[in-house]
């Protein structure tokens, strides 16, 4: 049987749009992924057995950044793409995102394949502002990627009411992808739903023939009629029953037995058993399903994009976790006082949240993240009630959501948006409720991991302005919980995980106070627990780059020491893993980050080595690199220490080669960082920036810079 998507393409269609137009796309993603081709089409088709869905499409929501660089994910897609869809509105005549992805899509498969989805404007407009149609749609391109003069319209649906409407707009899109009439798809589609309704009819007309039999007989037998409604109603509630026991299964498998999987480390298993509950639940039509199941649905999906994130697959996870926001969106507007629905809405929120967080998308994540605590807060003050809030929101404790919230706004503000002060006020808010949680409930072990969660967040957050021994007593604080969970099950490699990153910050604080041999022994035991990780699970990518971090701080602190061979043996493997975590996956800032520290580490280590030409070159493959991010990338946390590393490094090589004039403009450099930081300057960079100044003879600026250590912006 042939797959859902032809000619070998992993995508039936890239869908491009601006972020404005988002609800469209939202919709039509779902629209495309729900529908089901026609059985007489399937089979009669030129590429017949099709199979019943379309399938996959890729959708990203980020904007193109000023610079107009298109990420190797997006130029990847594109490549792996059948047909491009655009959703055509002036908002995304004027996108350059849009715009660039139409013309590298033309460059690699031309014009017939691009589809157009009209939600705004006008095509070929005499005003620009109501233009809808991309200059890069409206102009052909050779094979080189130059313009060659305007293009030929090609197939457009018009999904606005006075157009073609969302349904006959969505037929329009089907039929095009699977090269057939549009009068032939709906004609089909029409004669299934005639189909569905003579059946129904069938079915009722059959019913009132049984109800009339029954009336007749009741007449000359009421003692047998009585029989017949007794047993009817037996089979009613059984049936009842087994759909209450279905519908619980559903909640068992992605919650518990999730868990489980999640602990023992098994994200192949996850993905099939969650691939399979979402595929059962599709099958029953969002439109269909009660509220308790449209919840379940949501859950489901979020559980799925969770596993395929923790596999490096971004972009699939972003699909899943959009549309399950715009769902949780739906159902907390049509129930806005309901705990289910507010609970669905504020975890899909996270989940949106937390992959743009991980993106660099620190503005994208701050309004979900914001959104979110709002609702938390509703709930918390509120404490609205659901007739299935046990089962689907899975506890009534919304101080643990609420704490989960402030958390997850602090990660944001401690470097990113460079405010730590208030990043500590919602770090500590954190803390304490959920200390208050773990008191009242003591035996619930994940109550007990949330609140390690809230102490990592504080203790990077006293990292961040400098009170390092405060920090160390939240690390201590995290590691004790995890310690104490260990005892009891050793082989839960979720926690295992979780204690060998906190071992590694310990490590890292112990490095800062001049303590290198105990350093290196903390990440000596966070290097042997990540070695178990990834032996265990090879295909969990966020394993594989967590211990990269490791095996990367690891090679560092061994640089201070007269032990460079291995040094050296440590970094390559942080280099390899490294660069397989990206390889699958390039969106995770923190992973090119890592990547960067990484190359840069192997110059200078070459450089201790005395090999000024090999540290040369590898210094300017490391700084091609960071050089080729966006400067928002300068947000992430580590990116300014480690861009005043980098050019500090630089001056000193050129200083050293004689060229002083090139030295004194690296140095200027972290000068210029400095004072355009809009992230939070932490000690490390400000030590760094000293130096910088010290280097350039300004050493009253350098004093300044150390004394204000206590004001983190």
Not at 71 to 99: G, R, W, Y
Not at 396 to 403: I, L, Q, S
Request: proline share 3%; charged share 25%; hydrophobic share 40%.
């Amino acid at each position: 049987m042939t797959t859902g998507v032809t000619s070998g393409y992993k995508y039936r269609a890239f869908i491009s749009y601006s972020h404005r137009d988002d609800e469209w796309s939202s919709w039509l993603l779902r629209a495309l992924e729900n529908y089901r081709i026609p059985d007489h089409i399937r089979k009669k088709h030129p590429s017949a057995p099709l199979e019943k869905r379309l399938g996959r499409f890729f959708r990203d929501r980020d904007e193109l950044p000023a610079t107009g660089h298109m990420t190797d994910h997006i130029f990847e897609a594109i490549a792996d793409s059948e047909f491009m869809i655009v959703i055509c509105s002036p908002e995304a005549a004027q996108s350059k995102l849009v715009n660039r992805e139409i013309a590298e899509f033309k460059r690699l498969r031309g014009e017939s394949n691009i589809l157009c989805l009209i939600v705004a404007g006008v095509p070929f407009a005499e005003n620009p502002e109501e233009e809808c149609f991309p200059e890069a749609l409206r102009l052909k391109f050779t094979t080189s990627g130059q313009r060659s003069g305007l293009a030929v319209e090609g197939l457009a649906a018009d999904a606005r009411e006075d157009g073609d409407g969302k349904r006959q707009a969505l037929f329009k899109l089907v039929a095009g992808m699977l090269g057939i009439g549009l009068n032939d798809l709906v004609r089909r589609e029409n004669q299934g739903r005639h189909r569905r309704i003579t059946a129904f009819a069938a079915a009722a007309s059959l019913g009132f023939a049984a109800m009339g039999a029954l009336a007749f007989e009741a007449s000359r037998a009421r003692d047998d009629a009585e029989q017949a409604l007794k047993l009817a109603n037996l089979k009613s509630a059984e049936a009842r029953k087994t759909m209450e026991e279905l519908e619980g299964l559903t909640v068992f498998i992605m919650s518990a037995v999730y868990d489980e999987l999640l602990t023992a480390g098994s994200l192949s298993v996850l993905e099939r058993t969650s691939s399979k509950i979402v595929d059962q639940l599709n099958g029953i039509g969002f439109e269909n399903m009660s509220m308790k199941r449209r919840a379940e649905l949501i859950a489901s999906y979020l559980r799925l994009g969770q596993v395929l994130e923790r596999q490096g697959e971004s972009t699939r996870a972003r699909q899943y976790f959009d549309t399950a926001a715009v769902w949780a969106k739906d159902l907390f507007e049509q129930y806005p006082n309901d705990a289910t629905a507010i609970g669905r809405y504020q975890t899909a929120l996270f989940f949106t949240g937390y992959l743009s967080q991980r993106q660099g998308d620190y503005l994208a994540a701050e309004r979900d993240f914001t959104e979110r605590l709002r609702l938390t807060r509703i709930g918390l003050e509120t404490k609205p009630s659901s007739v299935d809030v046990h089962r689907v929101l899975g506890k009534d404790n919304w101080e643990e959501e609420v704490a989960d919230s402030e958390a997850n706004l602090c990660y944001l503000q401690y470097i990113p948006l460079g405010k730590p002060e208030e990043a500590l006020k919602n770090c500590k808010s954190s803390v304490a409720l959920r200390r208050l949680v773990v008191e009242n409930l003591p035996d619930v072990k994940e109550h007990w991991v949330n609140l390690g969660s809230s102490y990592f967040h504080l203790a990077n957050t006293y990292l961040a302005l400098g009170r390092n021994v405060e920090a160390k007593e939240a690390f201590l604080n995290r590691f004790t919980i995890y310690a104490n969970i260990l005892e009891r099950e050793p082989q839960n490699y979720r926690i295992i995980r979780r204690a060998a990153m906190t071992k590694q910050r310990l490590a890292q604080i112990e490095d800062l106070q001049g303590n290198t041999e105990k350093a290196i022994e903390m990440l000596e035991e966070s290097k042997r627990q990540f070695d178990i990780l990834t032996a265990q699970d090879p295909a969990n990518v966020m394993w594989l780059a967590d211990s990269a971090d490791v095996y990367r701080n690891y090679a560092a602190v061994l640089m201070k020491t007269p032990d460079l061979t291995r040094a050296g043996h440590i970094l390559a493997i942080a280099d390899d893993q490294i660069m397989r975590a990206i390889s699958s996956d390039m969106s995770r800032a923190n992973r090119r980050l890592s990547a960067h520290r990484t190359r840069l580490l192997k110059a200078q280590l070459a450089d201790k080595h005395g090999d000024a030409d090999v540290a040369s070159a590898l210094l300017r493959e490391a700084a091609a690199h960071f050089e080729g991010e966006d400067t928002s990338y300068l947000s992430v946390p580590g990116a300014l220490e480690h861009a005043s590393e980098l050019y500090l490094f630089k001056g000193n090589m050129l200083m050293r080669a004689g060229d002083e004039a090139g030295a004194r403009t690296a140095w200027q450099h972290v000068v210029n960082l400095y004072e355009t930081a809009t992230a939070t300057k932490t000690p490390v960079f400000r030590q760094s920036v000293a130096r910088a100044y010290t280097m350039l003879g300004e050493t009253g600026q350098a004093e300044a810079v150390i004394a204000r250590k206590n004001v983190a912006r």
